[in-house]
């Protein structure tokens, strides 16, 4: 059966129908994309503090204390090193940023032989603020108001 009219042209009423489900099934999406990213951000968050707890149970003393020294320790293997930075880059402790300048030798990466660069780069990148969702959130409000001037 069709509307009369222009509308009924356009579109039947079966087809209207049909928007509900269309507007339901959109708004699924879009709640299930928040949620996917709060699971990235849970697992990632879960990540870094079993790191933090490996280093402390090894190195004792704070968490950012220990994955320092667990990022720097000669006899800990290259692959928990690197994820030592990368929980120092998420925990966002700028007491971190010394060793982590130290760590940064302005190479490329020699994953057989040394720390990953590029991941101490970018913890370096977290910790100062230049990276990560905080920094892109500012960049693009620093941009909005430039645009209000």
């Known amino acids: 059966m069709h509307v009369p009219g222009l509308a009924g042209r ?3 009423t079966r087809r209207w129908s049909r928007r509900p489900g269309v507007l339901a099934l959109s708004l699924l999406a879009v709640l299930l994309g928040a949620a ?4 990235v951000r849970s697992v990632s968050w879960f990540v870094a503090e079993r790191t ?3 280093a402390q149970a ?3 003393g704070s968490r950012t204390e220990a994955l320092v020294a667990m990022a720097q320790a000669p006899d800990v293997p290259l692959k928990s090193r690197n994820r030592a930075i990368w929980a120092l880059g998420e925990s966002g402790e700028t007491r971190a940023l010394p060793a982590l300048l130290a760590l940064d030798d302005g190479r490329d990466c020699d994953h057989t032989r040394r720390v990953c660069q590029h991941e101490v780069r970018k913890a370096i990148g977290k910790l100062r603020g230049e990276r990560g969702f905080n920094a892109s959130v500012r960049r693009a409000l620093a941009k909005v108001t430039s645009w209000l001037r």
Do not use: K
């Open 10 to 12: 356009v579109m039947s």
């Open 52 to 54: 933090g707890t490996a």
């Open 58 to 60: 090894r190195f004792g």
């Open 36 to 39: 996917g990213i709060g699971t």
